[in-house]
């Protein structure tokens, strides 16, 4: 990607403190810090001094190569799901995430499951996104997932691309009207596909999916949440 000129953080495999210190260093005195392999965020914790960081990789017994030191992206993550047919976008749906579920249980914050995202469409998540595909495959088919996290200039940057599944909260934009999964069968089988209003962003703006542990995913637009806060706000200053 980054020969492709798409701004990726910068990274490095870990094999013993003097590597530690040199990207300690490059990155001004933060970074991230994670394990090579797993998901979920694992072994990742933001680092904003050395002796963090080497207790750290102590802990985890991981001056093996097996963790990474990379720039510190900000919190704000989103990711652009896209389905490809022969070189060719057939759909593509921006989601911002809005917070993890079970954040505060995390070292890092980071689960790796979506507590809340809303639908977003940007033009410039859009072409990076884009382009982070093409680095990679030149002829594009089937399911592409880019992930992208914003560096401190405001800037998307993508951090993996996952193919062959679904988010785990594609319902989201099932819900809708934009059926990945079923556009996804559908071009499998070589079947015509359902409408599709436009390639890039079909779903409404501003759109949140709600979900977490022991309840079913809820759907509501940005503007009623902000009206059920206002609202739960001016009932806690009545009580």
Do not use: C
């Amino acid at each position: 990607m980054e020969a492709a000129g798409i701004k990726v953080p910068k990274t490095y495999i870990i094999h013993n403190k003097d590597e530690l210190q040199r990207a300690f260093d490059e990155f001004g005195g933060k970074m991230w810090v994670r394990a090579t392999s797993g998901a979920g965020g694992r072994g990742s914790l933001p680092i904003s001094d050395m002796q963090t960081a080497i207790n750290w990789l102590d802990f985890q017994k991981g001056w093996d190569g097996t963790f990474t030191a990379a720039e510190l992206l900000r919190d704000d993550t989103v990711t652009w799901m896209s389905i490809w047919y022969e070189g060719e976008l057939v759909v593509a749906q921006g989601r911002r995430r809005l917070y993890w579920e079970l954040g505060k249980i995390s070292p890092s914050g980071v689960t790796g499951a979506t507590g809340g995202g809303e639908t977003v469409s940007d033009p410039a998540l859009d072409e990076i996104a884009t382009k982070a595909v093409m680095a990679i495959d030149k002829k594009p088919t089937g399911l592409f997932g880019v992930d992208l996290a914003y560096d401190k200039n405001g800037t998307p940057n993508p951090t993996e691309i996952n193919i062959g599944r679904f988010f785990t909260t594609h319902q989201f934009f099932t819900e809708l009207g934009v059926n990945m999964p079923y556009i996804f069968l559908k071009l499998a089988y070589g079947e015509a596909l359902p409408p599709i209003t436009k390639k890039l962003n079909p779903a409404p703006n501003n759109m949140v999916w709600i979900r977490g542990i022991d309840f079913e995913p809820v759907l509501a637009s940005m503007e009623e949440i902000d009206k059920n806060v206002a609202d739960l706000e001016k009932l806690k200053k009545e009580l």
